[in-house]
């Protein structure tokens, strides 16, 4: 089955046969049907974040269809339409105990290998960039029969890392001020978050023009331009000193200190972007000092079970936004290309589709 492997930063990723084992006991087989390509996939291309072991077969958004189940799952069946989720929750650890199943301490993301290139490993956490992956049924969501995975794929993380930022982790209020810092596929979902919070003022931070257009179809209300304005200027203007909320959500320290920078006291500043391998992230004691918290975000703080549910509803609704987020579709040789649509701002997302 064909698959894309990354071996080192600054190189290609390349499309290649891979063989693939049948699943274990608690694993499930999947066909991809639609696969989101996300910021932090291409972040291992660029460097940004160090990822090992290689050679890693890439991708985490995506859904499928099960082909196979291993020995003892029975939560899913051959046949299954399914959303994957990057966690997997045991239910019993103690961070899914807690609610927190995004963080659960029995099933990390890896690194397996289930997977081979002429008999020798690659590895990989819960592969997307794949005609066929291998995950544990505890990452399977279930979904009904008639859901289109080509669409409903993006619930897998941008949606919810996006809106969950906002409604399951920093729990905005109605009335709310929020900025928004990177309009990507994630930062369109935390506005999409701002909406259904019903915040009163959501701020669109961008430098490419094309996305803060992105930004006021998903219901952006104000909308600055970085390369042109001072952000966290512009953020206390139009807020009157500073917003309730701040989304970091590119994944760089200096963009994460300018959320820090632009709330309000008693403002919190939510780190959602994948920051770079051993860097660190400064705040000026005096001014979190001032009852401004500082949180992290991991995947929205997502159940997934619940929340990819959810989700699901509100899209049939028409009260989320899946199809406009997708600027284009492609098949999975043209991965690189996607990722150069990407790095020049020309699309929102991109989904691989399979045949
Ligand atoms: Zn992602
Ligand atoms: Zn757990």
């Not at 927190?100 to 290139?117: F, Y």
């Not at 909320?245 to 994460?256: Q, W």
């Not at 098949?331 to 997302?349: C, H, I, S, T, Y």
Request: net charge negative; hydrophobic share 40%; aromatic share 6%.
């Amino acid at each position: 089955m064909k698959a894309a492997v990354f071996y080192q930063p600054h190189v290609p990723v390349s499309i290649e046969e891979l063989e693939i084992q049948p699943p274990q006991a608690g694993e499930v087989l999947l066909d991809i049907v639609g696969a989101g390509v996300c910021h932090s996939d291409y972040h291992a291309v660029d460097g940004h974040i160090k990822r090992e072991p290689t050679p890693w077969v890439m991708g985490h958004e995506g859904a499928g269809i099960v082909r196979e189940v291993g020995p003892g799952v029975t939560s899913v069946a051959p046949g299954d339409k399914i959303i994957l989720s990057l966690d997997a929750m045991c239910g019993y650890c103690r961070n899914c105990s807690n609610g927190s199943p995004a963080l659960c301490e029995t099933h990390p993301p890896g690194p397996v290998s289930r997977m081979t290139k002429d008999g020798e490993p690659v590895y990989h956490g819960r592969p997307t960039f794949v005609e066929q992956t291998i995950v544990h049924a505890d990452a399977c969501v279930k979904v009904p029969d008639d859901t289109p995975l080509e669409q409903t794929c993006l619930i897998s993380c941008a949606v919810i890392t996006g809106i969950g930022a906002v409604v399951n982790r920093a729990k905005v209020e109605v009335g709310a001020s929020m900025a928004v810092f990177g309009c990507g596929g994630v930062g369109l979902n935390a506005i999409q978050g701002g909406v259904l919070a019903s915040a009163g003022k959501i701020i669109a931070v961008d430098r490419v023009p094309y996305k803060l257009e992105l930004a006021e179809q998903m219901g952006a209300t104000h909308f600055i331009n970085a390369a042109k304005e001072n952000p966290v200027q512009r953020i206390q203007e139009i807020t009157g000193g500073g917003a309730d909320y701040a989304f970091e959500v590119v994944g760089f320290p200096a963009l994460a200190r300018q959320a820090i920078d632009s709330v309000r006291p008693t403002g919190t500043a939510v780190v959602v972007g994948v920051q770079p391998t051993d860097e660190e992230i400064s705040v000026e004691g005096w001014h979190l000092l001032l009852d401004r918290t500082l949180m992290g975000a991991f995947h929205g703080a997502a159940r997934a079970r619940v929340d990819f549910l959810w989700l699901l509803d509100l899209y049939n609704q028409g009260k989320i936004k899946l199809d406009e987020l997708i600027s284009r579709y492609r098949p999975l040789d043209e991965l690189n290309e996607a990722f150069n649509d990407m790095n020049q701002g020309k699309v929102a997302r991109t989904v691989l589709v399979f045949e």
